[in-house]
T-cell receptor, first 116, second 112 residues
Framework: DAGITQSPRHKVTETGTPVTLRCHQT?????MYWYRQDPGHGLRLIHY???????DKGEVSDGYSVSRSKTEDFLLTLESATSSQTSVYFC???????????????FGPGTRLTVL | DQQVKQNSPSLSVQEGRISILNCDYT??????FLWYKKYPAEGPTFLIS?????DKNEDGRFTVFLNKSAKHLSLHIVPSQPGDSAVYFC???????????FGSGTKLNVKP
């Protein structure tokens, strides 16, 4: 199994509070991703990173920011949480590079976030 | 608008029979396709992939078929086993962009 962890695994917070989710990898993969999973929508990309300090927006980036100061860590921040951000959040990593087998993603166990 | 669609939210199959999960995409730039399997309370795990230069890829009981002209791919599981019961996601990317688009998933139930 790819070495990828997420913390916290569960969090309940109130509307308007800031929340930071952490993704940590031990695989030295270049690409890291944050997704949210919601019923009827599957997995939707929030933000991704293609290197230290290199990030880009995904499909549903509004209300979220990310930072990657080290290869192994990718942080997702909800500046002011809203009830619509209640979801399960998955981090994923990928070696990238455009070669065969490099497009596979390895997912973390997920973080269940509830915003009351 | 979703670029990758799985129009069947659920599928029920008898053990030993074939399971066929379908996926459609709209973006003609997609040239690499993947299937993931997800159990409850776990992250998705990679199952099988196919490049657009192929129309079929097989790995044990799992075969993925790609019809580029129809922008359609399917995952065949033969024979289906109760342990295959999970949610299956298809995903697509343009090969050099490392950005993935997922379908909404199909929940497969294999009955003993």
């Amino acid at each position: 199994d790819a070495g990828i962890t997420q913390s916290p695994r569960h969090k309940v917070t109130e509307t308007g509070t800031p929340v930071t989710l952490r993704c940590h990898q031990t695989e030295n993969h270049r690409y890291m991703y944050w997704y949210r999973q919601d019923p009827g929508h599957g997995l939707r990309l929030i933000h991704y990173s293609y290197g230290v300090k290199d990030t880009d927006k995904g499909e549903v980036s509004d209300g979220y920011s990310v930072s990657r100061s080290k290869t192994e860590d990718f942080l997702l921040t909800l500046e002011s949480a809203t009830s619509s951000q209640t979801s399960v959040y998955f981090c994923a990593i990928s070696p990238g590079g455009g070669t065969s087998g490099s497009n596979e993603q390895f997912f973390g166990p997920g973080t269940r976030l509830t915003v009351l | 608008d979703q670029q990758v669609k799985q129009n069947s939210p659920s599928l029920s199959v008898q053990e030993g029979r074939i399971s066929i999960l379908n996926c459609d995409y709209t973006n003609s730039m997609f040239d690499y396709f993947l299937w993931y399997k997800k159990y409850p309370a776990e992250g998705p795990t990679f199952l099988i992939s196919i490049s657009s230069i192929k129309d079929k890829n097989e790995d044990g009981r799992f075969t993925v078929f790609l019809n580029k002209s129809a922008k359609h791919l399917s995952l065949h599981i033969v024979p289906s086993q109760p342990g295959d019961s999970a949610v299956y996601f298809c995903a697509a990317s343009a090969y050099n962009f490392n950005k993935f688009y997922f379908g909404s998933g199909t929940k497969l139930n294999v009955k003993p």
